[in-house]
């Protein structure tokens, strides 16, 4: 699949494939262990947090149930008291509890019936939870479902590569990448993925000069 999306890609864009044979082979790897409910756990705590706190924030409430993610009715159960310990502010601990009892109701589906459901099903259904918008749920679909044909329009990484690569003063606005990106499907998640190296790299080399 990796060798199709490189070589479909590079036919389509070729500036975005030079960038490719430099990178070399697409390191997306899924993890399709985990639920739809806990992508979205974890997905609350790195809100507008840097990597680093929001991972510290998930140790301290995974070490509550036996250092992993609590079950719904698990999370429901917990004080507000004893998340605002681990780290959660009152506007998260909501979304937390909104998207556990969703879970219960069936809401936000399971792994298995994920799978049955269409990209567009998936992001109506769960950007109507407390806290979630498409985003969220974007990245629950390439990084948790594995799904290969997801362009997030609205990430910041996803437009900072497209810039850098086509060398243009301001980022191209969300739907004039999305009218581009079409021609990078059904592979606009690899797109994505490249585009994320592409944005890396220059903050790489700019903490190397600073």
């Given at each position: 699949m990796s060798r199709l999306a490189r070589a479909h890609l590079g036919r389509v864009d070729p500036v975005l494939g030079a960038h490719i044979t430099a990178v070399g082979a697409c390191g997306l790897k899924p993890d399709r262990a985990r639920e739809p409910y806990q992508a979205l756990?974890?997905?609350?705590?790195?809100?507008?947090?840097?990597?680093?706190?929001a991972e510290?924030?998930?140790r301290r409430l995974y070490a509550l149930t036996g250092n992993a993610c609590p079950a719904p009715s698990a999370l429901l159960a917990l004080d507000d008291t004893i998340l605002r310990g681990c780290g959660f502010s009152f506007a998260k601990i909501a979304a937390l509890r909104d998207i556990a009892q969703n879970a219960l109701a069936g809401v936000v589906p399971t792994r298995r019936a994920a799978m049955r459901m269409?990209?567009?099903?998936?992001?109506?259904?769960?950007?109507?939870?407390?806290g979630i918008g498409r985003w969220t749920v974007e990245m629950l679909l390439i990084f948790s479902l594995g799904r290969p044909d997801v362009l997030?329009?609205?990430?910041?990484?996803?437009?900072?590569g497209y810039r850098l690569l086509y060398r243009l003063d301001e980022q191209p606005k969300p739907r004039a990448l999305a009218v581009i990106g079409e021609a990078y499907a059904p592979f606009r998640s690899t797109a994505a993925w490249y585009l994320w190296r592409a944005a890396d790299a220059a903050k790489q080399i700019k903490s190397e000069f600073n």
């Open positions: 756990v974890a997905a609350i705590a790195h809100q507008q947090l840097h990597g680093r706190a510290a924030i998930l269409s990209d567009a099903a998936l992001i109506e259904r769960l950007c109507g939870l407390r997030p329009v609205d990430d910041f990484g996803v437009r900072e």
